[in-house]
């Protein structure tokens, strides 16, 4: 029997229902596969409601695999924040403004995107041996396929989770040494569980190539666990060892210089933001050499809102 929550899959059956958290009003869908003896593996969608893509990778995930070839237990929450899904917010919980993604490992007794930081972790991540995570440019994001793995002080967990990483058919691998605190991969990785976030497609838009593209590398990791049965496909990752983020220092409107997946040199100008009358209050130039990872595509900004980062 595996236990999940209020949920549970006797060996050799597939679930599906409702994951239910104390204190929170929207239920998960959850699949729980529970195959012969393995690892645990958990897969994610929708911790950004908006990521259609990733989502849609997920839900697609959960109805194609079944217990019959799985070596071990997967558990697919493909949207992990209903809440955000419904309301169609944008980086944020809808009730208490906080990004779900920089909560882990969460609060029992926080506000909604704490609370459900907490619960997640303790039901889901805790309940696993790996994480995938899947992500992508939001409603307002332009983006390019990477991954992400932290790069934690333990170092088998830091190499496990860089090979999972290298397991889609994507160029660009960032290795994050905690530039974004409380993320689901960083959190997951300083508990011993190996973890990544895999982001492809962008702004709100469902694409079917980008779904597949998140399926087929998920499916990859789970044959080099030998969760799937099957040949594991290796690729020439490109290696980041920084994520600059760029923010608006206030209000106003963004007019980005470069384009997604461009590359850009140190000094090189990466937009101006402007007031309302269309005067400059600042120009951006990148700190580093790097390939332009996503780009915001919003013309109104807000204050400390995202603009862009560079992978280094
Ligand atoms: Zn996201």
Redo the contacts with the bound molecule.
């Keep these: 029997m595996w236990e999940f929550g209020n949920l549970a899959a006797s060996s050799n059956e597939k679930v599906q229902g409702y994951l239910e958290f104390p204190d929170i009003e929207e239920k998960l869908p959850l699949f729980l596969i529970n195959g012969q003896e393995g690892p645990r593996v958990l897969i994610i969608g929708g ?2 409601g908006c ?1 259609y893509t990733s989502i849609d990778s997920a839900l697609k995930l959960g109805q194609s695999l079944n217990p019959e070839e799985v070596k071990g237990k997967v558990a697919i929450l493909p949207i992990a924040n209903p809440a955000s899904f419904y309301s169609r917010s944008i980086y944020v919980h809808p009730r208490d403004g906080k990004n779900l ?1 920089r909560m882990f490992p969460g609060k029992e007794d926080g506000t909604d995107a704490e609370r459900l930081a907490y619960w997640l972790n303790e039901t889901a991540i805790k309940n696993v041996d790996y994480l995938i995570d899947l ?2 440019g ?1 409603m307002i994001e332009a983006l390019i396929p990477f991954t992400i793995y932290h790069v934690t002080k333990d170092e088998q967990v830091a190499e496990k989770s860089k090979e999972m990483a290298s397991l889609f058919e994507i160029e660009y691998v960032v290795g994050s040494s905690g530039q974004v605190p409380g993320s689901t991969y960083g959190a997951a990785a300083e508990q011993g569980i190996p973890a990544i976030i895999a ?1 492809a497609g962008q702004q709100g838009i469902l694409s079917d190539e980008n779904s597949v593209l998140l399926q087929e590398g998920t499916k990859n990791i789970l044959r080099s666990l030998g969760v799937l049965e099957g040949e594991v496909s290796r690729f020439k990752s490109k290696y980041l060892s920084k994520f600059d983020w760029y923010r608006a220092n206030q209000r106003g409107l963004w007019y980005p210089s470069v384009k997604i997946g461009e590359m850009v040199r140190k000094g090189d100008k990466l937009g101006d933001l402007t007031d309302e009358f269309g005067h400059v209050v600042k120009t951006f130039h990148s700190d580093t050499n790097g390939a332009v990872l996503f780009l915001v595509t919003s013309l109104a900004i807000n204050e400390n809102d995202p603009l862009l980062a560079v992978g280094e």
Excluded: W
């Design positions: 911790i950004h990521e993604n992500h992508g939001d982001e």
